[in-house]
């Protein structure tokens, strides 16, 4: 009630939306535009003088990426909000992407952030099926529709069209974190191949705006009565069964491998 009493100083008031695992991979950890759409809503219209983004990512889909970040800018200038991100962890490749759709990043001293390239793997399976006796038949309505498949010798017109799609994603990539961090960025042609900084490091080439935690900063910035609204998704109560389940095992294996590629288990 104190909010509202005249001539009384409403206490700050900070939403916190934390936004962990790998981005658009099946998994009980993972994120999307989808699963954090309502959390972000929910943070936005609550009136808070700023919004905290707590990140923990070490990337995945482009789009989903692309998605989530543009709905942060678009419900931070429809609401007027000021919006910080916090770097636990990671902030990598597509962590970094939504990372940088924030007014301002944050980082602690250990933590991992950039990577800013676009990575495509997979495996080639084409002498084991031979050795097992096993025919593949394919049949398509275009010459591109089976581009890459890892049942198939790698083609080399296949490769570069793959290149060049890479190159695109690559570019806006690039493009996003230039328009979002400005002169913020250095001239370090390194920071745009996929390479990573560590904490300090990471500010000195402009990926981040400093060394800080966010409930001490935010005091700082606010006050020490600041009160802190925290959003996070639910987990599911029992675990998925069948064909969910199994894809749910896998999408951890592959987050867990996103993880390790930044030294994290």
Same mark, same amino acid.
């Given at each position: 009630?104190?909010?509202w009493v005249p001539?009384?100083?409403?206490?700050?008031?900070?939403?916190?939306?934390?936004?962990?695992?790998a981005i658009g991979?099946?998994?009980?950890?993972?994120?999307s535009d989808r699963?954090?759409?309502?959390?972000?809503?929910?943070?936005?219209?609550?009136?808070?003088?700023?919004? %905290?983004? $707590? /990140?923990? #990512?070490?990337?995945? =889909?482009?789009?989903? *990426?692309?998605?989530?970040?543009?709905?942060?800018?678009? @419900?931070?200038?429809?609401?007027?909000?000021?919006?910080?991100?916090?770097?636990?962890?990671?902030?990598?490749?597509?962590?970094?992407?939504?990372?940088?759709? %924030?007014? $301002? /990043?944050? #980082?602690?001293?250990? =933590?991992?952030?950039? *990577?800013?390239?676009?990575?495509?793997?997979?495996?080639? @399976?084409?002498?084991?099926?031979?050795?097992?006796?096993?025919?593949?038949?394919?049949?398509?309505?275009?010459?591109?529709?089976?581009?890459?498949?890892?049942?198939?010798? $790698?083609?080399?017109?296949?490769?570069?069209?793959?290149?060049?799609?890479?190159?695109?994603?690559?570019?806006?990539?690039?493009?996003?974190?230039?328009?979002?961090?400005?002169?913020?960025?250095?001239?370090?042609?390194?920071?745009?191949?996929?390479?990573?900084?560590?904490?300090?490091?990471?500010?000195?080439?402009?990926?981040?705006?400093?060394?800080?935690?966010?409930?001490?900063?935010?005091?700082?910035?606010?006050?020490?009565?600041?009160?802190?609204?925290?959003?996070?998704?639910?987990?599911?109560?029992?675990?998925?069964?069948?064909?969910?389940?199994?894809?749910?095992?896998?999408?951890?294996?592959?987050?867990?491998?996103?993880?390790?590629?930044?030294?994290?288990?």
């Amino acid at each position: 009630m104190r909010r509202w009493v005249p001539f009384m100083k409403s206490v700050p008031r900070v939403a916190v939306v934390r936004l962990q695992g790998a981005i658009g991979v099946p998994g009980r950890s993972s994120i999307s535009d989808r699963s954090v759409a309502p959390l972000l809503e929910k943070a936005f219209k609550s009136k808070p003088d700023a919004v %905290a983004l $707590e /990140i923990n #990512s070490p990337g995945g =889909s482009p789009v989903q *990426s692309s998605l989530i970040g543009a709905r942060i800018r678009r @419900l931070a200038e429809e609401h007027e909000v000021p919006v910080l991100a916090f770097v636990e962890d990671v902030a990598a490749s597509g962590g970094y992407w939504i990372a940088s759709a %924030a007014d $301002e /990043i944050w #980082s602690d001293p250990s =933590s991992i952030l950039g *990577s800013i390239g676009v990575i495509s793997a997979g495996f080639g @399976l084409p002498v084991f099926l031979q050795r097992q006796g096993i025919e593949r038949r394919v049949h398509t309505a275009g010459k591109s529709k089976s581009m890459m498949d890892p049942f198939q010798p $790698e083609k080399e017109e296949d490769v570069a069209r793959l290149n060049r799609l890479l190159e695109q994603l690559h570019e806006t990539f690039i493009g996003h974190v230039k328009t979002r961090r400005g002169d913020k960025l250095t001239e370090n042609p390194d920071l745009y191949t996929g390479e990573v900084w560590i904490g300090q490091a990471a500010v000195d080439e402009g990926l981040a705006d400093g060394i800080g935690h966010l409930v001490p900063l935010m005091k700082d910035r606010f006050g020490d009565k600041t009160r802190f609204k925290r959003y996070e998704a639910r987990k599911p109560l029992l675990p998925r069964l069948g064909a969910q389940a199994v894809q749910g095992a896998l999408g951890e294996i592959e987050e867990r491998a996103d993880y390790a590629r930044f030294g994290l288990s």
